[in-house]
């Protein structure tokens, strides 16, 4: 099957890392999973940069962090100082990047409005990554939780669960320059790559 042909089904994830990304890329329709329930210490409600000291997590507080609460009703924690202390860490890493005056003013700025759900925010992060990257991609919120059966026949390709923390992902990234460390740290946010790479992001993201 031509995966252009084919519709992406994945979940949503806060500024998603390199790999995320290079599979979007092979599809122009993607689906996401919006009636998944809400899972503890995954990409949903993290992502990785790279800071001066190491690789480093950004974590947003969420309320009720149930596993058994669909993800569209995670609310946020804003009693807690989450995004100025997100806005400064990627300032800090990423603030001598040879592209940071070119993007920043645009991902910073998703942090100056406290959106009230989990869900709504990361749809803002995508919808914004896609318009630095300049990709056109049809984006619809699947209408039930998709359940695919091997058996039959389907144009969806199902990456749910598949970028994960804990699970060890195969990639053949090559090493960009990057602004801290002398080993190159791969799959990490998309937001390194944009801002380390510029321009170079799309044929970097063609696999």
């Known amino acids: 099957m031509d995966p252009k042909k084919s ?35 995954s990409y949903r409600s993290r992502t990785q940069i790279l800071s001066a000291q190491k690789v480093e997590n950004l974590l947003i507080p ?17 009693s807690q100082k989450w995004r100025i202390i997100h806005q400064r860490a990627i300032r800090s890493a990423y ?43 049809e984006i619809t919120l699947s209408s039930d939780y998709q359940i695919i059966e091997p058996t039959k026949t389907t144009d969806l390709v199902d990456f749910r669960g598949v970028i994960h923390p804990k699970k060890q992902l195969q990639t053949d990234f090559k090493p960009y320059q990057q602004v801290f460390g002398r080993q190159f740290e791969p799959n990490l946010s998309i937001i390194d790559l944009l801002f380390c790479e510029g321009n170079n992001c799309n044929p970097y993201l063609t696999r």
Not at 19 to 24: D, G, K, R, T
């Open 7 to 41: 519709s992406l089904l994945i979940e949503l994830h806060y500024f998603p890392c390199v790999h995320f990304f290079s599979l979007l890329n092979q599809h122009d329709t993607i689906v996401i999973e919006a009636h998944e329930t809400f899972q503890k210490q």
């Open 62 to 78: 969420v309320l009720s962090a149930n596993s058994h609460l669909y993800i569209r009703d995670i609310r946020i924690d804003h």
């Open 95 to 137: 603030g001598k990047s040879p592209f940071f005056e070119y993007y920043s003013e645009d991902i910073l700025a998703l942090y100056d409005k406290p959106v009230p759900f989990l869900f709504d925010f990361n749809l803002e992060v995508l919808t914004l990554c896609l318009k630095l990257l300049k990709w056109k991609k």
